[in-house]
């Protein structure tokens, strides 16, 4: 009788310890609105991967959900867009054109070219620029803000709601786009 007492406790204490662990490198966040389209729908389930952001830093391109910043409210649900620029590079928006660093960024993952055009800007230490991919539908960093570090909650990494969306989430790799640019 000790013996199955004490691997139902173990059972309990390592049930317990995965729910921690999930709790403390995982949560699930919905898509709100239209600004991710066509990359993800309004209505789609994510898993958010809170951990990998202690391991390195953001890069270009990761799908991200944060905290919207001033002028949105504290409480506001959590915003889901693509990091386009890094502390320290400079944005611009022209002529349906994104450019970072003066290098012009191939985007197939938008629904349309920009029809705005952002003054160029140098993105502030510990910031990070994002857009919508829904270019002309999406309240993001070309309406003059930026994203502390502080307020990223974690990189969307898996869709899983509707089940015929179960993939990966599209983060594309802008910054190797960028490197490949420069060394022309």
């Known amino acids: 009788m000790r013996a199955f007492l004490r691997e139902i406790l173990v059972i309990i204490i390592a049930a317990v310890a995965i729910f921690v662990l999930l709790q403390i490198t995982i949560q ?3 898509v709100n609105g239209y600004s991710m389209e066509p990359s993800l729908q309004d209505g789609q389930q994510l898993l958010i991967n809170k951990v990998v952001y202690h391991l390195h830093e953001p890069e270009r391109g990761d799908i991200i959900i944060f905290h919207p910043p001033p002028p949105y409210s504290p409480k506001a649900t959590p915003f889901i867009k693509r990091i386009i620029a890094l502390p320290g590079d400079t944005i611009e928006v022209k002529n349906g054109e994104v450019y970072v660093n003066g290098s012009k960024l191939d985007e197939p993952y938008i ?3 920009p029809t705005y055009n952002f003054q160029q800007k ?13 270019r002309n539908n999406a309240s993001d ?7 502390p570090r502080q307020n990223i909650i974690g990189k969307a990494w898996l869709s899983i709601w509707p089940p015929g969306e ?4 599209p983060n594309y790799p802008l910054n190797e786009q960028l490197e490949s640019s420069m060394s022309k």
Do not use: A, Q
Request: overall charge neutral.
């Open 28 to 30: 699930k966040s919905s």
């Open 111 to 113: 629904k349309e070219p």
């Open 122 to 134: 140098k993105i502030p230490e510990n910031e990070y620029f994002v857009l919508g991919d829904n």
């Open 141 to 147: 960093s070309h309406t003059s803000w930026t994203v």
């Open 166 to 169: 179960w993939r990966l989430v």
